[in-house]
């Protein structure tokens, strides 16, 4: 078997699949033995989406409009946000002290981003080492993942706390207003991303022109959700 021939076996779905469950599997074992690894949970998360959203984005861009591949590319961010979520959740059951130490830390730092304007900042960080070629999805795969793995963690806290209906609400944020726009705008980074292989370049700047403007107005609509929604505060 020559080396062509077995990359098109890699290539087919099946093996991609069987590839995600094994992924899978190794983040379980690393949070039962290693707890909240965030190395391993980093390239575990990168290597999800990396995998994932190739298999909804076709090689043939020319069938598809900026918005429909960012809309295909919004489905595995979605998948791999609620992956983080559950394995946050994970964690808990098996390091709750430690686990509300790490969200008492991190809690801190969010605090600090309260306002539109450093949220905004924050996530065009993200968004922008996503227009990366070849390895933006991979990063952010990383940020998404461990973000999730976060809110996992903030669940289990309401839940201690018998603040169901806060539960609830947090658990769908990324169908809220502000998390849906935030989680396409990465899909159009993405998006941009595919361009800039493909050399379209006037596609390319379209993509991210709109990933930018539709960050900016997902900030503010945070920062207003925010207000309304306490979550158990």
């Known amino acids: 078997m020559n080396v062509k021939t077995l990359y098109s ?5 099946r093996v991609k699949i069987l590839l995600l469950i094994i992924l899978l599997f190794t983040l379980a074992l690393t949070v039962y033995h ?3 690894n965030l190395l391993m949970n980093s390239v575990v998360y990168g290597l999800l ?7 909804l984005v076709k090689k043939n861009m020319n069938k598809y409009s900026p918005l429909q591949l960012a809309i295909r590319i919004w489905v595995p961010l979605v998948i791999l946000m609620y992956v983080g979520i559950f394995f946050g959740l994970l ?3 098996f390091y709750h002290s430690e686990s509300m130490g790490v969200l008492e830390e991190i809690g801190k730092e969010i605090i600090k981003l309260k306002n539109p304007e450093r ?3 924050f996530n065009l960080s993200r ?3 996503a227009i990366i070629p070849y390895i933006g ?3 952010m795969g990383i940020a998404l993942g461990n973000s999730g793995f976060i809110m996992g963690i903030a669940l289990r ?3 201690d706390l018998e603040y169901y209906k806060d539960f609830i609400i947090m658990s769908l944020v990324p169908f809220h207003p502000y998390g849906f726009l935030e989680l396409l705008s990465y899909g159009f980074f993405l998006t941009g991303s595919l361009y800039i292989r493909a050399r379209k370049w006037k596609y390319m700047l379209i993509s991210i022109f709109i990933a930018v403007l539709v960050l900016f107005i997902a900030a503010y609509l945070e920062v207003w959700e925010l207000e309304v929604y306490k979550y158990g505060v």
């Open 157 to 159: 806290k309401l839940l």
């Open 49 to 55: 989406l990396l995998m994932s959203y190739k298999l």
């Open 119 to 121: 949220i905004f900042l």
């Open 9 to 13: 076996v890699f290539l087919e779905i």
């Open 137 to 139: 999805p991979f990063i």
């Open 127 to 129: 968004g922008i080492l």
């Open 91 to 93: 964690y808990t059951v």
């Open 34 to 36: 290693l707890g909240y």
